[in-house]
């Protein structure tokens, strides 16, 4: 969810700049856009790096033992 948050948020941004973009460069006749491929591909990779980092380490720390674990503070 975490990295799904950072996503929306840097597609927000990036969908904001592009818009002042587009409003201050209006007198060069450029128009620029966000490409749907390029959110999907951002969504997608985003999904991955959370579920690859969220389940390496919960499954690192399910091999354990709880005493020991516990018992380790640093």
Known sequence: MLSLMGCFT???ASWGILRVLSVVLVSYS??????TGVVLIAVIFSTLIGIIFGI???H????KNPIESLRYTG
């Open 10 to 12: 840097g597609v927000a």
């Open 30 to 35: 450029l128009n620029f856009s966000l490409s």
């Open 56 to 58: 390496y380490p919960a």
């Open 60 to 63: 690192k720390a399910a091999k």
